[in-house]
């Protein structure tokens, strides 16, 4: 009697363990996903001070292909960049603007650090119709490095 009745509850042991294996990996991978869906806001302001020049200069050699970015510089495919950061938006003379940044201009758009940190993550949804013809910088560490240089440019 005794022993059908153990060998009938072997398993027991068994499942307690995948239960405790299954409460060990879900409380391991709950914080992880939740970092994953809704991650800390990060603060503009903290991204701009750990930003690299040196790195922003490297991201603005995908920019020279269409901007010149020495004072007086020619403008190109899109127009010069020198002293872009605070600059009134599509106010460098002789660049032929799209309609989309002259009503920014009109309505005193200025290339802020924030401003220029959501145009260049996705030029087409900041201002539609624009004729930077650029995807943009996902990475937000790469935005805020690439301002930082532009900063230097004055
Ligand atoms: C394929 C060419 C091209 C590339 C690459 C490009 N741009 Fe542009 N950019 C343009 C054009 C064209 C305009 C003018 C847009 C308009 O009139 O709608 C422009 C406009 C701008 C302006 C607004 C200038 C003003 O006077 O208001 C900024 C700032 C700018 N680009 C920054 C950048 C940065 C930084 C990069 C690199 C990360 C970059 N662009 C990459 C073509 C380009």
Redesign the pocket.
């Known amino acids: 009697m005794r022993k059908t009745n153990f060998s009938r509850f072997w398993f027991f042991p068994l499942i307690l363990l995948l239960i405790l294996i299954g409460v060990y990996f879900s409380k391991g991978s709950l914080p992880q996903e939740k970092q994953k869906t809704s991650p800390t806001p990060v603060q503009e302001n903290d991204l701009l001070n750990a930003a690299s020049v040196e790195n922003g200069k490297i ?2 050699q ?2 020279i ?3 010149t970015f020495n004072e007086g510089g020619a403008n190109q ?3 010069n ?1 020198f002293g ?1 950061v605070g ?1 009134l ?4 003379p002789g ?1 032929e ?2 309609e ?2 002259l009503s920014l201009k009109r309505s005193e758009h200025y ?1 802020t650090t924030d401003a ?1 940190y959501e ?2 993550r996705d030029p087409f949804a900041y ?1 539609p119709k ?5 995807s943009g ?1 996902l990475d937000p560490q790469d935005r805020m490095d ?1 301002i930082a240089y ?1 900063m230097t440019l004055k």
Not at 89 to 92: E, L, M, R, V
Not at 130 to 134: E, F, L, N, P, S
Request: proline share 3%; with cysteine.
């Open positions: 991201i603005f995908a920019c292909a269409c901007h495919v899109g127009p960049l872009i600059a938006t599509a106010s460098k660049f603007y799209s989309v940044l290339w220029l145009w260049l201002a624009t004729k930077m013809v650029y910088l690439v532009l």
